[in-house]
Structures are given as C-alpha cells and as structure tokens.
C-alpha cells in the first residue's frame, strides 16, 4: 500500500478501521465532535445558516444564487464549467444570478406560471443549471431529465409530470422529443438551447437566445413558502419502475447542512460532484449544496474517463469531490498507477454515494489518492444525504458511516399488524428506517397516493433498504429488500458476497441473486466481470468459489459464477440484480426505461 499522507489516514492492522486525527485536519472539519453535534443540533437552528426571503419563506434559488449575488460572493466564481472540447467559461455569483432572473422572466414573458412543470432535457451544459434556478426562482417545479433517454422514458415523464414547458437543444429536440410532441398536450412551450447557432427553430419551439439576449434581468423571487413543491426527481429504477419523488422549497435546509457536514464544504472549496443533474445528486449536490455554501462548482461536460478525471482532479485543484462506486470501481481496473504523476496534492476530501462500496473501494481511495472514500447513503426519497462518513470521523470500510444531526436512522423490522418494532440489539438486520420530518422528506410519488402512504409506519418512512447498526453506531447496509436472498433459514444481502468477490484480484464487478432452489429454497448465483489481463476459465471459476468458500463460508457463497463482459446497470450506473435475476429465471425483464442500452461498463458516462 502507497505511504499515507501526513495528516491522512492509519491504518489499524487486522481490523481495517482508518483512524482519523482530527485535531490535525486543515482546514478544521465543520464535524469535529459527532456526539455533541448531534446532541445540540436542531433543524430551527441550523436555518441561521440561509437568509430566507426578504420577506420570510424559502426559495431554493434565492439561497443558492440570488443572496450571493446581492453580498460579498458577488465577484466569486460560482460555477467552472468545461466543455465536452476543453473550452471553459465561468460564471460568478452575481453573472449566474443574471442569468437566472432573465430565464425566470422569460418564464413568466411565455405566460408559465408558478407550480407549473419545467422539464429540462439537455448535457451538462451552463443553460441548464441557468434554467434550473430561473425556473425554480419563478417558482415552477423543476424536473431533470437524463439527456440519454429515448422518446419513451421522456414521454412517460413529462406526461407523468404534465410538463408545460420543455427546455433541450436542437440536436435532442429533433431526434428525441419531435416525434412525440404531439402526445403531449399539456406541453406548451419547448425552449431550444441553440448554441451552434442554428438558422430556424422548428415550428413549436422558441429559441434560448430569442427570449434571452438583451432581455432584462428585472425579476425578484416571489413569496415562497417552504412546502411549496420544487422538484420533481425519478428514481434510479433499479427495482422496477421509476417512481416521481416530490421535493420542496425547504428541501435547501438539508441541502446546506449535509454540504457542511457530510461533504465538509468550506469557503475556499473547489467542489466536484461528479453525478449529472437527471440524478437527485446531480441536482442536489451537483447544483445546489455547493452554491447555498458559495462555493465554486465545478462541472464537466464529459463522461467518463479515468485519465480526464484524474488530469481535471489535478488542473483545477478540485479540494472536495463527490463520485460513485460505478466510477470508484472503473478506476480501480486501471489500478492505483493510474493515479501517480498527477499532482492531488488539494484534494482533501472524497465521497461517494449511489450503491454500496465495497471496502476495497475505500481502501482504493487511500492506496491511490491518500485518502479513503467516504460512504454515504441517501435516496431519491430523502433528498439529501442522510447517513455519512464524516472527515473527522473514524471510518469503517464497508459501513455507510452514521446518521447527519438532525436525522433518527432506526433499523426495525415489520410486524404482522403493520407497525414496527425497532431492534436494539447491534448487528441485527433490518429494514432501514427514518424518523420522518426532516426537510427534504419527499412529500409524494407523483401520482401514487397509496406507494407513498405505504413508505410510512407511525413515525418511521422504511426506505426498502436492508442493514445493520453496529455497537457505535455505525449503519452496514446489507442489500436492498428485493435482493436478498433467502437460503436454507439464513438471509444472504448480495453486498457482503460481492465485497468478498471483489478481494480477489481477477474480479471488476460482480452481483449476486438468490436462484430458486427445491430443498434450499434460494441458492447464491454470483455473476463476475474480470479486470484486464484476466479471462473466464474453468480454473478461474474454481478458484473464486473457493475464495469465496473460504471468507463467507458455505452456506453464504456462491454456488454458481457466471462470467460476463460487463453487468447490466442502469443510465446512472447501478447494477440491476433484478435484470440479472429476470433473464436467469426467463421472466419478464419488467421496466427498462434506465436501463443502459449497451450494457457496457460506465466508462462513458458519467455517475
Ligand atoms: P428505484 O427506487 O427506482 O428502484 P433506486 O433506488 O436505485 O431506484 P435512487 O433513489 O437513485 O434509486 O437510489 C437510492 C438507492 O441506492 C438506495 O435506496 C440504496 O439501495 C442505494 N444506495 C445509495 N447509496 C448507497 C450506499 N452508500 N450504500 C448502499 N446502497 C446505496
Ligand atoms: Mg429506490
């Protein structure tokens, strides 16, 4: 393993817990005493820590640009962005403040009125964090679209949503909306971002620059009330269809106190959240945290690729960088040399989110950057992060760390009468449950009354997430409720079997599935993508039983190991356990809408 660095990380032999030495952190971690933060925190409080409207209420843009725009963050850079081609353009507080009131305006020119939809469909491009904040300045609900989706899953969510104004570019226009326009009536407006200068806007559509050159900028946020209803985000679909997660305005409280807690987010910090905004942390942490913290956001147009990634870690001395285990796990086919002979001597803090990480990811960060990733855990549902690995905090590899202040993480088990019982004793699983009410709480699925009020138990919302709460605290998830395998009496969560997989040196990827069983009832099948320099063999399959044998013992490994190119994963880069299992038992592969349609490992896309 590479040399630590000098205020990092110790490892513990045996046992690999990472010791941190908080007093020798620089700059002093925002989270310096988990206990007493969390014994003294309280949501009322922490709201010092945004302005609130001029006139009381809470509006997402107007904590994120407008208040800075209108102090001393107005020179800053708020937003870095580079291009697909290198180029680069930056926009300070007060220029992307501008440029938000302008859309906000041009909004309310087209006649669009507050609590109407905005649909955005279009790259990571600086128009599309301006018409984001415009819309939700105006006050219109916001709902980002993953700018790979096809006519259908465009379709079905702005029907879904009852969109009222589209905002794309031409290109995606006319290769993925024209055709369907016309099954979309509650669709009044689609505004081309024309960059290339395109000669015509086709019929129906108004062009960007039209309603946004040498117009005013003249717009002051309305009266905003904290439950008025902000964004509208699909969840990932990784176990079925994709469900429509009601955000509001308020949801910006937790957005600034995970910024300052969980990714430690401090004035002088380049940020780089690597998830695009169609994602929930794309917007929540991919726009608004770093910008309520009036920080400088960095965001990158290209997808993927380990040398990119590592050179723009290096050029724009990024300090706090937020990714995903599909990318952790990219990264580390390439291995740790990768890294070397690039200068990341600013980067002070790493975290991950969107699937388990398996300890070897952890230990990757250390080995590579110096630095472990930090795990934590959240959901489309939650808004915002909810339980973490701190940067004074010890970390635990393979555990998603403990709850923010502010949040009651429980796990529970269901009982027969419909209520829960929560579970005192450590390392028993569970369901994974929040007490409910904290701000970025979703407050509905589009259209489905009933899923949601079925996410709560009296006080507790059950994620659907399986885990275990150790004698300190800290949350090990176990898998997700669907995949657990159940064999012989024992219930098997895929993350364990997968992390003692991924230990072995031929192995990439892996996922396992419970395949029905007459006398076991399930047994573990293990699908393995192989790292470069490794191909499938009788003998390599041997040996990984073996291997797994070995760490999980008999009634937990895989009986079966398939070898697969690359795993089925949807567009944000999560492996579908349920596709897997679906085309092993020849059933229905059920909604596909996320589903990446090459099935090639993420390397090029982005989180
Ligand atoms: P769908 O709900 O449509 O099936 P999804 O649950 O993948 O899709 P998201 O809301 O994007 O949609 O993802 C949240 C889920 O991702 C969590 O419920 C959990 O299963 C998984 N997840 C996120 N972060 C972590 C983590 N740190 N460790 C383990 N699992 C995680
Ligand atoms: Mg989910």
């Known amino acids: 393993m590479a040399a630590l660095r000098d205020d990092a990380v110790t490892v513990l032999g045996g046992w690999p817990r990472l010791r941190k030495e908080p007093a020798t952190l620089a700059p002093r971690p925002n989270l310096l005493d988990y206990e007493a933060t969390r014994a003294a925190f309280s949501w009322e409080a922490a709201r010092a820590g945004l302005s609130g409207l001029p006139g009381g209420g809470l509006n997402i843009a107007?904590?994120?640009?407008?208040?800075?725009?209108?102090?001393?963050?107005?020179?800053?850079?708020?937003l870095r962005w580079i291009g697909k081609d290198g180029s680069r353009r930056e926009l300070t507080y007060a220029a992307l403040a501008s440029d938000v009131r302008r859309f906000a305006r041009a909004l309310g020119t087209l006649g669009v009125r507050p609590g109407e939809r905005v649909f955005l469909l279009m790259g990571r491009i600086p128009e599309l964090y301006v018409a984001m904040l415009g819309a939700l300045s105006a006050k219109c609900v916001v709902s980002p679209l993953f700018s790979a989706f096809g006519p259908e899953p465009i379709a079905t969510r702005i029907g879904m949503g009852q969109g009222a104004v589209l905002v794309t570019t031409p290109e995606l226009y006319r290769r993925r909306v024209e055709a369907i326009r016309s099954s979309l009536p509650s669709l009044r407006h689609v505004i081309l971002v024309d960059r290339g200068g395109e000669a015509e806007a086709p019929a129906g559509t108004v062009r960007w620059a039209e309603l946004f050159d040498g117009a005013s900028d003249a717009f002051s946020v309305p009266a905003t009330d904290p439950e008025d209803l902000a964004l509208l985000h699909f969840t990932s679909g990784t176990t079925g269809r994709p469900k429509g997660a009601m955000h509001v305005h308020g949801a910006v409280l937790t957005?600034?106190?995970?910024?300052?807690?969980?990714?430690?987010?401090?004035?002088?910090?380049?940020?780089?959240?690597?998830?695009?905004?169609?994602?929930?942390?794309?917007?929540?942490?991919?726009?608004?945290?770093?910008?309520?913290?009036?920080?400088?956001?960095?965001?990158?147009?290209?997808?993927?690729?380990a040398q990119t990634w590592y050179s723009i870690l290096a050029a724009e001395k990024v300090t706090v960088w937020y990714t995903a285990p599909t990318a952790i796990r990219m990264m580390m086919r390439l291995g740790a040399e990768a890294v070397r002979g690039y200068d990341l001597s600013h980067l002070r803090f790493m975290a991950s989110v969107g699937e388990p990480l398996n300890p070897e990811g952890v230990m990757f960060g250390v080995e590579a950057f110096g630095r472990p990733f930090h795990d934590n855990w959240w959901q489309t549902e939650t808004g915002g992060i909810m339980i973490a690995n701190y940067a004074a905090m010890d970390v635990k590899p393979g555990s998603m760390g403990r709850p923010l202040p502010g949040i009651e993480a429980a796990i529970v088990q269901r009982q027969p009468d419909g209520t829960v019982r929560v579970v005192d004793e450590p390392m028993v699983e569970g369901e994974l449950a929040l007490k409910k009410g904290w701000?970025?709480?979703?407050?509905?699925?589009?259209?489905?009354?009933?899923?949601?009020?079925?996410?709560?138990?009296?006080?507790?919302?059950?994620?659907?997430?399986?885990?275990?709460?150790?004698?300190?605290?800290?949350?090990?998830?176990?898998?997700?409720?669907?995949?657990?395998?159940?064999?012989?009496?024992?219930?098997?969560?895929?993350?364990?079997?997968?992390s003692a997989l991924m230990e072995h040196p031929a192995v990439a990827e892996a996922a396992v599935i419970g395949k029905p069983d007459p006398i076991v009832g399930e047994v573990v099948k293990a699908f393995v993508a192989l790292k470069p320099g490794f191909s499938p063999s009788e003998e390599l399959r041997r040996d990984l039983l073996g291997h797994a044998r070995k760490r999980l013992g008999p009634a937990v490994a895989p009986k079966e190991i398939d070898f697969r190119e690359s795993l089925p994963r949807t567009r944000s880069g999560k492996i579908m356990r349920r596709l897997l299992k679906a085309r092993e038992l020849g059933l229905p592969e059920g909604d596909l809408s996320t589903l990446e349609s090459d099935e090639r490992p993420a390397a090029e896309r982005s989180p």
């Open 62 to 78: 107007h904590e994120a640009v407008h208040r800075h725009a209108e102090g001393p963050r107005a020179g800053k850079v708020a």
């Open 255 to 305: 957005h600034y106190v995970t910024g300052l807690y969980a990714l430690d987010l401090h004035e002088d910090d380049i940020f780089w959240c690597t998830a695009d905004p169609g994602w929930v942390t794309g917007t929540s942490y991919g726009v608004i945290a770093p910008l309520v913290h009036g920080v400088t956001n960095l965001v990158v147009e290209a997808e993927f690729d």
């Open 439 to 498: 701000p970025s709480m979703f407050r509905g699925y589009l259209g489905e009354e009933e899923r949601y009020r079925k996410c709560f138990a009296g006080d507790w919302y059950l994620t659907g997430d399986l885990a275990k709460k150790d004698e300190e605290g800290y949350f090990w998830f176990v898998g997700r409720a669907d995949d657990v395998i159940k064999s012989a009496g024992h219930l098997i969560g895929p993350f364990e079997v997968e």
